[in-house]
């Protein structure tokens, strides 16, 4: 005699729980095995060894029949290494076979027991039921979609048998589930004719819902469904949402097939909604009807440009629930106390028939919420109630919950009540996880690509390593081994994404600082000969009364504009780098897998790099003015600025090389207005590498190395070959050749202006070393006096050495001028100690 199935101890709704995380654990399990099974690089080797290809062959023919005589001796070699390598996918079928015998089970005892599912009454357990369900076929569907699991398994058993000389106990029954479930969607409909009464009711409740959760954003927008100040007489109320009246099943499956075009079985592994359930369809006589509406309805997607600021919002609520969470859950605490149990106790009073069994749980669940303090509800955990009154949905029970169903919708609402309490942080993963784009990486990349195409999306790009930090979630601990790869992955990206935005943000900063070097170009002394020009012919074109000459722009006149929606590239550069800016200064740090990123920290050292390399392509820009095209790249290096050029023996002047210094700088420090970095500190990393030979970064040639050999290898040797002579009087040298002779004026380079410009440049240890190649010379020049015997080779050489000792005093004299500038308080305290020096030390 059968055993009475008794409903209250059949704890339905913890056989839920536990079977649907069980089967989010098989997913992931099943998941990794196809993909591992996909890959060259991870797949057994043995699975593609050509040797053993007739074998597998006959396996998969045959299966799930193994013959082991046939093939034996190629497989006996390697039985071991099959048995290691093949355990972990062979035992992984097996649990999901124990999986599919577990539901099966709990749906037949739900049939049994006569469960009435409702999602308005017992909203979690329909929910658990559904999710059961919608987890048992995607755990079979994608089961049959790894490719080798025929293989696999039938190699298996063979090294099984051929090590033990019998099967593996469970390859029987896991043969026969493989080969029913070779068409997965035909079996299933089969499988749940008996489970149809349960489903079909907890599908139908949907109806009064899901019209409602599938409306589109604009229908939400038009409803004025989320605005606070729709109705401001309701703005202090709390949300109590009601279901939707009756809809027609047919009208609910159209909005469903309408409103999505996948359904994810596991991760990126899905189903085409419309050409599945076409394909199946057309295997039932008198549905053709049926499958032209599915073609009707099938639908593309359509790519969102405006994904990156959906993720943006998503996680700034993420982030405002997070910071404010003892907020919510105080106030939860208190709604539960101060409302819901006293709207419960109302309820209860009212029920006009309550068993003793019932009667004890609701009196315990008020008491539980009605003594609640804040203390209290913030350190220990209320707990939830579907596990406690689970049995009260089922079709014997004495207290019909969908007979009271007043009760029913508050008991959901103090269940959600206490999860905002409980489990916010699980709350928030439900809502808002992202960890989806782990497995649609390219899509990722693109999303954020052209996040960085368009300048009014820019602020919104620091979602995408907020995202990385969601891909973790995705793990499950029945499949540890995918964490490192996950988290790898998870780590690559968030660095590769605050790179390109650090990228970004530098080439906005190398257009604006091209910008400003050329206006800064604009105003120096030498660019006023033209606008001298034109007043000299204007005047003489007056007196002739010829036609007025059109007059030069003047510096300034690029700000000049008629109305604020005029915008010029400057108003472009500063919006861009304005949203970037946001954008590295939303967060001060982002976790992704342990790791801390700090944005901030990140541009700073990239826009460290950047300068470092500034200081040298302008060299090659101010030679003549067509050579600015190559200045939109931050202009390479800060010694390229000097564009310095051996060949040709050209340099930059080194008050022209200052001018775009201070401009470039001036720009680096309105990045501060912008962003919290310190720009000083990159300041002091990168200039004072110029005021040594060579970089101590990249081992390249400063500023100082370059101005040094060119003033003693150029300009000098032009001054000892009679071409240029010194003038104490300028306080220079002079030219005394014409320009044809030589490729520069002297005047313009030595200077005492100029020198001085210099000396603000490389420093006083830049200038120090320019001091000791100038002795160096002297000494090599005495050297040579020595052993020389021709006078006129002797005044050679006394020539040369009286100007190296003239540029050295020229430069010392520059250097004096800039310290005393910079450095006035010091400079005289050391004058002073140089001035009265004890006698003791003098000798």
Sequence with gaps: MARQITPSQQKLAEKLTILNDRGIGMLTRIYNIKKMLGSVESKPSFLSDKALEPVIKAIVRKFPTVDTKSGSAQVTAIRTDIIKSLSLYYYTFVDIMVFKDHVTNLLTTIDACQVYFDITVNFDLTKGYLDLIVTYVSVLVLLSRVEDRKAVL?????????????????????????????????????????????????????QQIYPRRALTAEEWRSAQMLSLLADSTRIMSPAQIDTLGEVNPHAMWRQALSSNYV??????????IHLFIISYFETIKGYSKRVA???????????????????????????????????????FVQYLSGYDAVVLNQLIQGLS???????????????????????????????????????????????????????????????????????LDEILVETS???????????????????????????????????????MQATHQLCPEERHSIGTTSVQYAHWFLKEMSEEVNQVITAICEEQCMLADKIL????????????NRKKNKDRKNKVLQEPERPGAESLRKHREEFTRMDKLHMALTELCYAINYCSVITVWEHGFVPREFFTQHLEARFQQYTGLFLQLHTDAHRFTGYNQFLKALVGMMMYNPEANEIAKPSELLNSVRAIMTVLQSVENYIHIDISRVFNNVLPQQTQPHDSYSGEKTITC???????????????????????????????????QLPFNAEEYASLMELRALAELVGPYGMRYMSERLMWHIYSQVEELKVEELKVEELKRMTIIGVLLSFRSLA????????????PFLLSSVKDFQKHIPEQFTT
């Design 293 to 331: 509406e599915m073609k009707e309805w099938y639908i593309q997607a359509v790519q969102q440009a405006q994904i990156p600021e959906l993720m943006f919002h998503v996680e700034e609520l993420r982030a405002l629930v997070k910071k404010y969470n003892q907020v919510m859950q105080r106030y």
């Design 433 to 471: 996880d992202l960890s989806i784009y782990c497995f649609y990486t390219s899509v990722f990349e693109h999303q954020f690509k052209q996040c960085m195409e368009f300048p009014a999306q820019h602020r919104y790009s620091i979602a995408f390593p907020m995202v990385c930090a969601h891909f």
């Design 812 to 823: 010392q004299e520059a250097l004096l001028d800039v310290l005393e500038l910079r450095i």
């Design 263 to 272: 359904l994810a079985l596991c991760r990126d592994e899905v189903i085409h």
């Design 525 to 536: 002394p030498k660019n006023c000969a033209i606008y001298i020009a034109h007043s000299i």
């Design 706 to 740: 370059n101005y040094t050999e060119w003033y003693l290898e150029v300009l000098l040797r032009k001054v000892s070959a009679g071409h240029i002579v010194y003038s104490p009087n300028h306080k220079a040298f002079v030219s005394l050749s014409s320009e044809a």
């Design 353 to 423: 028939v309550c068993p003793e069994d019932e009667s004890v749980i609701l009196t315990s669940f008020y008491n539980s919420i009605a003594s609640l303090s804040i203390k209290q509800g913030l350190s220990h955990p209320i707990g939830c109630l579907p596990s406690d009154t689970a049995y009260t949905s089922v079709s014997r029970a004495s207290l019909q919950l969908k007979e009271h169903r007043d009760i029913a919708k508050h008991m959901n609402t103090v269940v959600f009540h206490t999860k905002m309490v409980d489990f």
């Design 154 to 206: 039938g190699l298996f058993n063979f090294a099984h048998e051929l090590m033990h000389s019998k099967a593996e106990e469970s390859f029987p029954r896991l043969g026969q589930m493989i080969i029913e479930y070779e068409p997965p969607i035909k079996k299933l409909a089969e499988e749940f004719i008996p489970h149809s009464k349960c489903l079909m009711r907890a599908l139908m409740s949907l």
